[in-house]
């Protein structure tokens, strides 16, 4: 067997605290798949975020360049369309100035309106203060000097001929889409073209001009004119010239947006407000004043922000801003100087209208994927369950293996994963060779081994320990009065009582011989008290002898009466024998003590006794009475030696009676006189005794001894190495 001490018992604890550390393995497999799946899923969406996000840039940023390049390039075409309308009226004018002095006039502006859908109306001035214009009404939605159009009017033909009439009148002719006439609204007026801005700003140029955004005081709109004079021979006959409001080309910019969310505005040289996506400019109504506002100023943070990122840049590429915790892309650029205008076009969109579809891609494919991780994580928990779930049962009964507990409740592993069903027969085998080789060596002593990871060596130490040694009283007899089988029954049934008893004390069997028994206390594993665990269980295997026999008188078969003794000494412990085949036992002078004590009782008449040794170390916990001094063959020291009748503190059971504690008392005081030499006092003590108790066996043999033996001392008892007198 192999030797445990008290470092190899110490290495066993320091794998139990080992054993701390160690994962399950259904969390295990879990952990590592979560480990190595959700950051590489991570990473996926991370990388395709990144590079979608650097697609998404780039064309949003395509987008609001491809926006701004159309729409400039739109507006400079509309106003050069514009502008080539006006030019071929003058030309007109040159060529058959007659045309713009009567109702030809009207008609040939009808045309030219409906040519653009951006003008307002197209109208000519001449220098007799004469004014013929073909203008738009759907949406003006104001009365003409005082009073409505008429209901379906959509044009309307405007004449101010001065010297017709006296004074002026400033006539309305209102027409339906096709040209038919509704009605007509006229009322004095003093209009006077030449001595308006468009006129004078033309006449001065000499050339064709677009004007800075004025009021239109008959309809209260803002907007600009476009205008070219004509003259004949170097003298100027009048200016043709069409209105354009800001309104319309906020509907152009708001018609066009770059994306859902966008913004763009037509801005002047100083940043004012012409025309707005969003239709955010007012305008004042004042005739004489004209009111932008400033892009700065515009309630919306979002584009103060943005033109403060862009103005006084020189760069027209698109750039990025954050405001709010949102990221716009905003682009700032002039219009090209043949326009004649220092106009420029800035364009603001969220990124957010670009990236909404791969956020939400990106969204799904997080979805997905943690929904495939979910399923995932369930089908390997399924599959970790089933190995991990039998490798844990199989755990709990290696446990119950190593402290050769019954596994009974567990059943039988079976697993379809052939490692784990070898396992399972491999552990089956293990609990069958334990539990056998359990049956043959100290329960305590396999115990620490399985515990152990030290290997078998033969060796031992000193320790101090107590030594039972208990036999059957007259066996031989026994076995000639009753059958083999029925003598290895009883047999069997008295050493299983010893040993019960003994394990319960916390006791290791050593061996048995026949129908004797050798066990001790304190090793393998150190045992406070062991002296008095060593008595307990005499005492109780005692109990327990007496309640067999019972049984056995009940059916009329002999009785059987064990013999025990106990004696504590330093002893050897250890492995002994040889590497192919070794025990574990104890050696020494005090395994010899304790055998002749267990034969001493047959001298006395006693079932249990014990040594002066084991009755110190126990203490008080004992109810003893001294029976002799004996002299032990090897040993020059007398031993006293005592009868064991109870304990105390441990059960009703194991106390001893007030008759046995006065009886204890007197033959205690009877030894006392027989060791001082004062026999007659002994002997009457003893007689006493046995006047309390007839049958007591000790004041039998020491009342016979001093009679019979006047001339020896009774109390040196010699016996030989079986223990006997």
């Not at 190595?36 to 650097?54: E, G, H, K």
């Not at 309630?299 to 403060?308: F, G, H, P």
């Not at 290791?508 to 150190?526: C, L, N, S």
């Amino acid at each position: 067997m192999q030797h445990i001490s008290q470092d190899h018992a110490g290495a066993a604890s320091n794998i139990g605290e080992q054993g701390r550390f160690l994962f399950p393995l259904k969390a295990t497999i879990l952990a590592v798949f979560f480990l190595t799946t959700v950051p590489f899923l991570v990473a996926i969406i991370q990388i395709n975020y990144q590079s979608s996000d650097r697609v998404v840039r780039a064309h949003a940023t395509e987008m609001v360049e491809r926006f701004r390049n159309e729409t400039i390039r739109e507006v400079e075409s509309e106003l050069e369309t514009l502008k080539s309308l006006i030019a071929t009226a003058a030309e007109l004018g040159r060529q058959a100035p007659d045309v713009f002095t009567d109702s030809r006039a009207l008609n040939y502006f009808f045309t030219t309106l409906n040519h653009s859908g951006t003008l307002l109306n197209a109208y000519v001035g001449t220098e007799d203060g004469a004014f013929r214009q073909a203008r738009r009404i759907d949406d003006l939605g104001a009365e003409i000097h005082g009073r409505m159009p008429p209901e379906g009017a959509e044009y309307a033909y405007r004449l101010v001929e001065p010297g017709k009439a006296t004074p002026t009148h400033d006539r309305y002719i209102f027409l339906d889409a096709d040209q038919k006439v509704l009605g007509e609204i006229s009322a004095i007026s003093q209009y006077d073209p030449r001595r308006r801005p468009w006129y004078n700003l033309a006449a001065d140029a000499g050339q064709a001009v677009i004007t800075d955004p004025e009021l239109f005081w008959a309809f209260g709109l803002i907007g600009f004119t476009v205008a070219e004079p004509y003259m004949i021979d170097g003298e100027r006959i009048g200016v043709v010239a069409a209105d354009v409001t800001l309104d319309r080309f906020s509907q152009y910019l708001a018609d066009k947006p770059v994306s859902s969310n966008s913004l763009s505005y037509l801005l002047d040289e100083r940043g004012l407000v012409l025309a707005a996506s969003d239709r955010m400019t007012h305008f004042g109504r004042d005739n004489e004043q004209v009111a932008l506002s400033h892009i700065a100023d515009v309630e919306n943070r979002v584009v103060s922000t943005a033109y403060s990122q862009r103005h006084g840049n020189q760069q027209e590429e698109a750039v990025s801003f954050t405001y709010d915790g949102q990221e716009y892309i905003v682009a700032l650029s002039s219009f090209q100087e043949n326009l004649g205008k220092p106009w420029r076009l800035m364009v603001i969109t969220p990124l957010s209208d670009f990236t909404a579809g791969f956020n939400k891609s990106n969204r799904q494919m997080l979805t997905l994927g943690l929904a495939a991780i979910a399923i995932q994580l369930t089908i390997i928990t399924i599959v970790a369950g089933l190995v991990a779930s039998p490798l844990q049962r199989l755990a709990r009964k290696v446990a119950c293996i190593q402290s050769l507990e019954s596994a009974a409740d567990i059943p039988v592993v079976r697993s379809r994963v052939r490692e784990v069903a070898a396992l399972s027969q491999a552990i089956e085998t293990l609990d069958m060779a334990v539990q056998a080789f359990a049956r043959f060596v100290p329960v305590a002593l396999v115990r620490q081994l399985l515990k152990s990871d030290q290997k078998l060596e033969l060796g031992g130490q000193s320790r101090f320990l107590t030594i039972l040694f208990c036999d059957v009283e007259a066996f031989s007899t026994l076995a000639e009065r009753i059958a083999a089988r029925d003598l290895l029954e009883r047999v069997s049934a008295l050493l299983g009582v010893v040993t019960e008893q003994v394990h319960r004390e916390k006791g290791t069997i050593d061996k048995f011989v026949g129908d004797g028994v050798m066990a001790f206390w304190g090793a393998p594993a150190p045992l406070d008290n062991h002296a008095f665990h060593a008595c307990v269980a005499a005492l109780a295997i005692q109990q327990d002898l007496e309640k067999l026999n019972q049984t056995w008188r009940s059916n009329e078969a002999p009785e059987m009466r064990l013999r025990v003794g106990i004696h504590s000494d330093v002893v050897l412990v250890g492995n002994v024998g040889s590497r192919e085949r070794m025990s574990y036992t104890v050696l020494g002078d005090g395994v010899n003590i304790a055998a002749r004590l267990e034969g001493c009782n047959k001298l006395f008449g006693t079932g249990i006794c014990i040594s002066h040794d084991t009755f110190r170390e126990a203490g008080d916990q004992l109810c003893v009475r001294p029976i002799d001094e004996v002299q032990v063959k090897g040993r020059r020291a007398l031993v006293t030696i005592y009868e064991l009748l109870g304990a105390h503190g441990v059960g009703a059971g194991f106390e001893p009676s007030e008759e046995t504690l006065e009886i204890a008392k007197l033959t205690r005081q009877a030894f006392d006189a027989m060791v001082a030499g004062d026999h007659s006092m002994a002997l009457s003590i003893y007689r006493d005794v046995l006047a309390r108790r007839p049958d007591d066996p000790v004041a039998s043999a020491h009342v016979k001894r001093l009679q019979n033996h006047a001339d020896t001392p009774p109390h040196a008892t010699q016996t030989d190495e079986a223990g006997h007198a």
